[in-house]
């Protein structure tokens, strides 16, 4: 029976989503995402919005996974991960408890409370948990976005819930497109359908109500429903279930896609692994100011969790007037400005950041 597993693995992926936002790592959300600095915290390591090439590195890792994962195992997202599929099935699960009368009220109220919660958590991505608890119905932003939600999360479940399967999700539609003929699916066995006992046990538990029986339909999700419900009759045969899992998951495409994702994986790792601990921007401000001297508007990111202690600095015959050393809090950046006071002619400056061991160059104009 695949329901045991497939419950086991629904309760972690429902644990594991909310309790990632509690889970701190350098003192931060093991992934959030702040708004207010459009910072990305993933495990430890921070992902500022001006470094696209990591995030094109994290969205070309994901594609490259989603086409592994889908040219593989079909559709086993939809079946076993997918939130919605595990809220509905969750919350079917505990209703049936109440009895076949109340099973229908029982599972609405479920859903009022799961979405809340789902709701909750979807916030705590973005703003950390103990500050989303302490503003929730204090804030006006806060307390609105997450009545919104639950509302929008609520009808979603309650009122489309598996048509959503069907008619709308983006990546059912690419998951068609995806698959070849060794993709992991659930096919009914045709050449034993004189041996079926057309008892329609597996259209009655199939949740987006198809008939498996009339052959592949792009609406399954592969929840393996119908063949949990045909093996307690087809076992007492002496037969294995009719609907079943056919493909080919050991094949070339296998190692050579999984390959291309993990190296994927990997490089993006390196990326942020080697890093230097501190980045720094500058521009010249076009502001007007006596003859040799300029002013220049300057950034520097802290990438790590320590606390960093920064010098600017000035290889040229140059002075610096205003602040250069600077303490930078972890996964923090500062902006400030600097006047720049030449004693000789010069076209280029270059300003530099030194931290521990590190030392980073910038080069800029000079009038
Ligand atoms: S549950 Fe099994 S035996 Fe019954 S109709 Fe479906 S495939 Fe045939
Ligand atoms: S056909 Fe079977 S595997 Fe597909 S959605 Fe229906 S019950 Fe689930």
């Keep these: 029976m695949w329901k045991p597993y497939r419950r086991a693995i629904e309760i972690l992926q429902a644990v594991i989503l909310s309790c990632l936002p509690f889970l701190a790592i350098n003192g931060q959300s093991a992934l959030r995402f ?4 459009l910072k990305l915290y993933v495990f430890g390591s921070v992902i500022w919005i001006r470094e696209l090439y990591l995030i094109l590195g994290v969205v070309l890792f994901f594609l490259l996974f989603i086409a592994f994962v889908t040219v593989i195992f079909g559709r086993i997202w939809c079946g076993w991960f997918c939130p919605q599929t595990v809220l509905l099935d969750l919350s079917q699960s505990i209703a049936k408890l109440s009895g076949r009368k109340n099973q229908k009220t029982m599972q609405a109220l479920l859903l009022i409370l799961l979405s809340g919660l789902v709701s909750i958590t979807m916030i705590w991505y973005f ?14 932003t806060i307390t609105s976005f997450f009545l919104v939600l639950w509302s929008a999360v609520f009808l979603e479940l309650a009122f489309l819930g598996r048509r959503f399967c069907i008619s709308i999700c983006p990546y059912a539609m690419l998951q068609n497109a995806l698959f070849d003929n060794d993709t992991l699916v659930i096919e009914y066995d045709v050449s034993r359908d004189a041996t079926c006992m057309k008892c329609d046990e597996c259209v009655r538990v199939c949740p987006v109500g198809i008939d498996i029986k009339k052959g592949l339909n792009s609406a399954c999700i592969a929840c393996t429903e119908c ?42 790792i ?13 521009t010249r401000d076009n502001a007007s100011l006596p003859s040799g001297l300029n002013r220049y508007s300057y950034t520097i990111y802290n990438n790590v969790s320590k606390t960093l202690a920064v010098e600017l600095s000035s290889p040229d015959n140059v002075t610096l007037i205003g602040e250069h050393s600077f303490l930078l809090p972890p996964f923090s950046d500062l902006h400030g400005r600097i006047l720049v006071k030449s004693k000789s002619k010069l076209d280029r400056l270059h300003l530099r950041i030194s931290s521990g061991g590190i030392s980073i160059n910038r080069e800029t104009g000079f009038l």
Excluded: H, Q
């Excluded at 948990?129 to 302490?134: F, V, W, Y």
């Design 227 to 268: 063949i949990d419900a045909c093996r307690v009759l087809s076992e007492k045969r002496g037969m294995p279930p009719f609907p079943n899992y056919k493909g080919r998951i050991v094949r070339p495409k296998t190692f050579w896609l999984g390959g291309t994702t993990a190296a994927a994986g990997i490089a993006l």
């Design 270 to 282: 390196l990326l942020l692994w080697c890093r230097p601990t501190a980045d720094f921007l500058v």
């Design 34 to 37: 702040d708004i207010p600095t």
């Design 127 to 140: 703003v950390p948990p103990a500050e989303t608890l302490k503003s929730l119905f204090v804030s006006t």
